[in-house]
C-alpha cells in the first residue's frame, strides 16, 4: 500500500459517510437532479428564454446563458423536492437503515465511477508529462482496479479517452450502455 492507496481510500471514505448519511433515494435524487438538469436545461431553456423574454423585457446578450441557468436550477430544485418527499415517506415506512446502507454502497460505486474516469484521463496526461511514477502506479493495490473499472462498465469511456470516440461515432452511447448493463448481468 502506498500514497495513492491512502489518497484513494480516503476519497472512498468520505464517499461512503456521504451516502450512508444522505440514504439512497437521496443521493440518486442528486445523481438525477444533476442529469435532467443538464439535459432539462439543453432541451427547455428555449422556453425559459420565451419567458423571460415576455414577462420582464429581458433582451440581453446573456439571454440564453441566463434561461439555462435558471432552467437548470428550477428543474434540480424540483427533483430535489420529489427526492425529499420520497425519503421522508421511506423513513416513515421504518426503511430508513437499509436505505442508508444502500446508500453508502451507491456513494462508494458513483465515486469509484468518477476517480475511474479522472483517473483514465490523469493517465492520458501521464503519458506526456509523468505526474506519478509507473512504479508507484504498478505498486498501489487500488489504482488499477480503480482505473479500470469505469470502461468495464462502459466500454466506450475507454475509446473516448483514447481518441477513438469519432471512429465509433456510428455507434449510439446509449447502445453500448445498454449493451454494457446486458454483459454485466
Known sequence: MNYIDIILGIIFLFAAIGGFRKGLVSELASLAALVLGIWGAIEFSYITS?????NFNLETEYLNIVSFIVTFIVIVVLVHIVGSAVNK???VAMLGFLNKATGLVFGILRSALVLSVILLVFDKIDEDVEILSQKAKTESRMYEPVRNF???LFPFIQNWVDGKYE?????????QIKDALKASI
Open 167 to 175: 471512429e465509433n461515432k456510428d455507434e449510439n452511447v446509449f447502445d
Open 150 to 152: 469505469a470502461p468495464s
Open 50 to 54: 420565451d419567458f423571460l423574454t415576455e
Open 89 to 91: 415517506f421511506i423513513e
